[in-house]
């Protein structure tokens, strides 16, 4: 199954909180786990990566956890500043395809 | 370096038209990916290509088709379109097709309207 859920839909943060945003899988051969930050007129830009190897990547105030036994990896955004407000995408890749989770739409308040 | 281009930006057309969109990857990457976004499906894989050959192909009808040419940049088309094939359309340019090369980035997309 080629498919990737994503939660929550949507989220508000207040400014200087933590964003969590969830993602599952159920095919074992992804092997490369991205996440997407778009905005409004742009395309998707990379923002942070992680193989199945690694249990946690952090870059800057980006964190992604990776739990492989459950299939799961989560983005953390730590210090959410307005700035972050943009729809993330987590995707996974599976025979040199990148499948998409269908985004979480972030809004973090001032 | 530059990222990635893609022309036009903005393409109205009328149903049963045929449509060709433009992508330039990033200088020295060799592989190309096409994606359609919709607010209903989210970002769909459309098809790869690499070194001038297709790779991978996603579950879309035959009416959608690409090409890439030896400088690396691609092209798609849309024939007999519909209406369901509003969207923007993005492209994403990578090293390579598969292992450490694999980073895919995204150029700002052509966004069609079919009427």
């Known amino acids: 199954q080629q498919q990737v859920k994503q939660s929550p839909q949507s989220l508000i943060v207040q400014k200087g909180g933590i964003s969590i945003i969830n993602c599952a899988y159920e095919n074992t051969a992804f092997d490369y786990f991205p996440w997407y930050q778009q905005f409004p007129g742009k395309g998707p830009a990379l923002l942070i990566a992680i193989r199945p190897d690694v249990s946690e990547k952090k870059e800057g105030r980006f964190t992604i956890s990776f739990n492989k036994s459950a299939k799961q990896f989560s983005l953390h955004i730590m210090d959410s500043q307005p700035g972050d407000s943009a729809t993330y995408f987590c995707a996974a890749r599976g025979y040199s395809t990148l499948t998409f989770g269908k985004g979480t739409m972030l809004l973090v308040s001032p | 370096k530059a990222g990635v281009t893609q022309t036009p930006r903005y393409l109205i057309k009328t149903r049963g038209q045929q449509v060709t969109l433009s992508c330039s990857p990033i200088?020295?990457?060799?592989?190309v990916s096409w994606y359609q976004q919709t607010p209903g499906q989210g970002l769909q894989f459309l098809f790869e290509?690499?070194?001038?050959?297709?790779?991978n192909k996603g579950n879309f009808p035959g009416r959608f088709s690409g090409r890439q040419f030896s400088n690396s940049r691609s092209e798609m088309n849309v024939s007999t379109l519909e209406l369901g094939d509003s969207a923007l359309y993005l492209c994403?340019?990578?090293?390579?097709?598969?292992?450490?090369?694999?980073?895919?980035?995204f150029g700002p997309g052509t966004r069609l309207t079919v009427t």
């Open positions: 290509y690499f070194s001038e050959t297709q790779r």
């Open positions: 994403a340019s990578s090293l390579a097709s598969g292992g450490m090369g694999y980073e895919q980035y």
């Open positions: 200088s020295g990457h060799r592989s």
